[in-house]
């Protein structure tokens, strides 16, 4: 038996759970519930991460005190781990006193090393994405490479690590370990950052206190990134339980997601390198995942509970499709169109009936699993597709390509299928000389059923245990049962609903709603009885053309204390243009540049003092304060808002 360490990222919490950060998680507990049907001895963790300026700010914006704040948003991560049936074995949250502990410890370390010293930092900060960047590798109107936002220049006394001094080091090991990073494509991103150079890394801020203080350095907090990345040792022991920490690590596989890449392949190997521990075995970067092909939004209407998905289709539904049509390591869209189609083709037409029409015929005809004969026809293709089966799916799922393993697995189920159609088993059954061949073709069935029960276990759990309970397999699961013909002959077979109902496409409702059902549904639930003369209709609306603007450039105008003068970017159809905007009471003009704003592009051209104004930006206000409507993430100027 061996170990096996997997971990999914901590969550951020200055939002609750979405299906994207549910994706994560649910293919780590695939991978942990696969190691532990292997037989090894699997610590899984997850968390949740606490610290930093984005879950201050937005504890303030909620006006509660941040450590509540934190509380409430964990536990409702713990909770919907529990409810998805989620069998991590750790749960980390940064604000553990253990871990804080660790965080100095570990840091303390780095610097008796002579990995850290003081100096001052200028340059970029982004607060949504908590990280620095560099004059070069600011997008247009200093926005964020990684989500776009206008980030802000700041320059504060810092504590550094030298990354640079660990650039060899960390190119010697992606080469002498080239399945370090993955996917390749992820790996190369990397290596062309190391190629290029490494510079020295900020890890303290000054300008807030909700972190881990930096150990002899009053006003420092540990940056939160360096903060978060030792959760992977301090939740299994370092260095208060030695025992522990040493029987899981090195971790076996960090689950990430690709906008974290750099700090888990590059500055966490590094800072491990620096305390003289070793680096993870490998570091899994997976893609961005959508929503009916939109970016997952709360304005969108999509950032919703996964919990209802469940309720709607089963979690066994969701955990299939998920890891069936999204390949993973890639960018991959949450359809639920193609989810009622999987369940109703897949798991309805092709897993659902197989085990339907052979427990029926067991049942009407023996009872109990029947005694197996000698092989005749189509029975050693079978037996050879099952052997084959198992080989490809234990390759899938150890490389991480669950789709492959179970297209693979697929083949099988829709094998046997043809199977049923091949021996035509309700013939044999009126031919009483027939009954052993009968007998040796349902146990054929049977038996293929069970052996894809248990590859099925890790990603369906809750359905590969019915099965197993309709064949009365009472035996706990392991690898070691994956070998033709341990199904007991004499063993009662229950022959019960169908695992999985056709989903009538035309008449389901669905979950996750458009942004236009979302708005008829509002509609429909104001009351109409209160009639209002300024009410339009949709067609109405939909005159007005709303699209995403970036600003490129911001002025006063002359002898004008209101009006701001914007240069704004509508995308390559609609080009540059001007607007005049009523705003400069409320802004300064720096401040707008770079922003992703809402503008009305088909409104007629007017002067204002003497400048064309051609369109209207959007903006909200009350009691005096106004504000600008921008953009939630990263998204094209010209984008139609819908």
């Not at 067991?362 to 029947?370: E, H, L, T």
């Not at 105008?557 to 905007?581: H, M, W």
């Amino acid at each position: 038996m061996g170990k096996f360490y997997v971990t999914t990222p901590i969550y951020y919490i200055n939002s609750e759970p979405h299906i994207g950060s549910a994706y994560t998680t649910i293919v780590a507990d695939v991978i942990a519930r696969y190691r532990r049907f292997l037989g090894d001895d699997v610590f899984f963790l997850t968390g949740t991460d606490e610290h930093g300026q984005k879950v201050y700010n937005a504890a303030k914006e909620a006006g509660k005190d941040t450590h509540l704040f934190c509380d409430e948003l964990a536990e409702k991560f713990r909770t919907l781990w529990k409810d998805l049936k989620i069998t991590n074995d750790g749960f980390i949250r940064t604000t553990d006193p253990q871990h804080m502990k660790t965080v100095q410890y570990f840091v303390k370390k780095m610097v008796e090393n002579g990995d850290v010293y003081k100096g001052v930092y200028r340059g970029w900060y982004c607060v949504p994405c908590e990280s620095y960047w560099s004059d070069d590798e600011l997008l247009d109107g200093n926005t964020c490479p990684s989500c776009g936002r206008p980030v802000k220049r700041i320059e504060e006394e810092n504590y550094f690590f030298r990354l640079s001094k660990y650039r060899d080091p960390l190119l010697k090991h992606f080469m002498d370990n080239p399945e370090f990073v993955e996917p390749d494509f992820r790996r190369n991103e990397m290596l062309k950052i190391l190629e290029g150079g490494l510079k020295d890394v900020s890890i303290t801020r000054t300008t807030f206190s909700w972190g881990v203080p930096m150990p002899d350095a009053p006003g420092h907090v540990i940056y939160v990134w360096i903060d978060a990345l030792i959760n992977y040792v301090s939740a299994i022991g370092y260095p208060h339980d030695m025992e522990t920490f040493d029987r899981y690590w090195p971790a076996d596989v960090h689950l990430i997601g690709k906008e974290i890449n750099r700090f888990h392949s590059i500055i966490w190997p590094a800072m491990l390198m620096s305390v003289g521990l070793p680096l993870p075995k490998k570091v899994y970067a997976h893609g961005w995942l959508t929503v009916n092909g939109q970016k997952i939004s709360k304005s969108l209407g999509n950032a919703i509970d996964p919990r209802r998905l469940t309720e709607a289709y089963g979690n066994d539904a969701i955990r299939y499709y998920l890891l069936r049509d999204i390949v993973f390591g890639r960018d991959g869209d949450f359809s639920e169109e193609n989810l009622i189609t999987r369940i109703n083709a897949d798991l309805a037409n092709d897993l659902g009936n197989l085990v339907h029409r052979t427990t029926a015929m067991v049942v009407q005809n023996f009872g109990r699993v029947p005694s197996p004969g000698p092989l005749e026809g189509p029975d050693e293709q079978l037996r050879e597709l099952v052997k084959t089966t198992i080989s490809l799916y234990h390759d899938g799922m150890t490389a991480y390509r669950f789709t492959q393993a179970l297209e693979n697995l697929w083949e099988l189920i829709r094998f046997a299928n043809k199977y049923i159609d091949l021996t035509e088993p309700w013939k044999l059954a009126k031919i009483p000389e027939k009954k052993e061949r009968l007998g040796s073709v349902l146990y054929n069935l049977l038996e293929t059923i069970r052996i894809v029960s248990l590859m099925l276990l890790p990603i369906m759990p809750d359905t590969s245990e019915e099965i197993r309970r309709r064949l009365s397999v009472d035996e706990k699961p392991a690898v070691q049962q994956l070998e033709w013909g341990l199904l007991k002959a004499g063993n009662p077979v229950i022959h019960g609903e169908p695992l999985f109902k056709r989903i009538d496409s035309s008449k389901w409702e669905r979950v996750i709603k458009t942004p236009q059902e979302n708005v008829q549904k509002e509609m429909k639930s104001m009351d109409l009885k209160k009639e209002r003369d300024d009410l339009i209709t949709i067609d109405e609306f939909k005159k007005v053309k709303l699209r995403v603007a970036r600003v490129l450039s911001a002025e006063r105008i002359q002898n004008s204390r209101k009006l701001l003068k914007l240069k704004v970017y509508l995308g390559e159809e609609l080009g540059e243009r001007q607007i005049v905007a009523g705003i400069a009471k409320h802004y300064e003009p720096e401040e707008l540049v770079g922003k992703l704003i809402i503008v009305v592009e088909n409104l007629q051209p007017a002067r204002l003092m003497g400048e064309e104004s051609r369109g209207m930006l959007l903006a909200a206000s009350k009691d005096n304060v106004l504000k600008v409507l921008t953009v939630d993430g990263d998204i094209e100027p010209g984008a139609e808002v819908s």
